[in-house]
């Protein structure tokens, strides 16, 4: 059984930065893409970014487009997000994910394609 784990997690002030990390662990298999998604309090869970390693085609929610970077490594099932220019509204506990359907682009994925999820960490930006 394979299991994704975050790290990185924990409080800033507005305008820091965070790199969070997932890293897969159990049997060994490449996943299509990965992604990182985020549940603030009170709200659903939504897309912050994907990757897909075919192409090396990344897309990001327009929220943290030009501040929030996915990159990874795909032999070792491990994808980053770095986290600049936070701001409070960032606060949310973030998850990634892992998806075996390919997609052309990264753009094509939903929240629905992974089926892979890691436990979550926290991500906390005071003003």
């Known amino acids: 059984q394979v299991q994704l784990v975050e790290s990185g997690g924990g409080l800033v002030q507005a305008g820091g930065s965070l790199r969070l990390s997932c890293a897969a662990s159990g049997r060994a298999f490449s996943y299509s893409a990965m992604g990182w998604f985020r549940q603030a309090p009170g709200k659903e869970r939504e897309f912050v970014a994907a990757?897909?390693?075919?192409?090396?085609?990344?897309y990001y929610s327009d929220s943290v487009k030009g501040r929030f970077t996915i990159s990874g490594d795909n032999a070792k099932n491990t994808v980053f997000l770095q986290m600049n220019s936070l701001k409070p509204e960032d606060t949310a506990v973030y998850y990634c994910?892992?998806?075996?359907?390919?997609?052309?682009?990264?753009?094509?994925?939903?929240?629905?394609?992974?089926?892979?999820w890691g436990q979550g960490t926290q991500v906390t930006v005071s003003s």
């Open positions: 990757i897909t390693w075919r192409g090396v085609s990344t």
């Open positions: 994910a892992g998806s075996k359907i390919t997609y052309g682009r990264a753009r094509y994925y939903s929240e629905s394609d992974f089926d892979s």
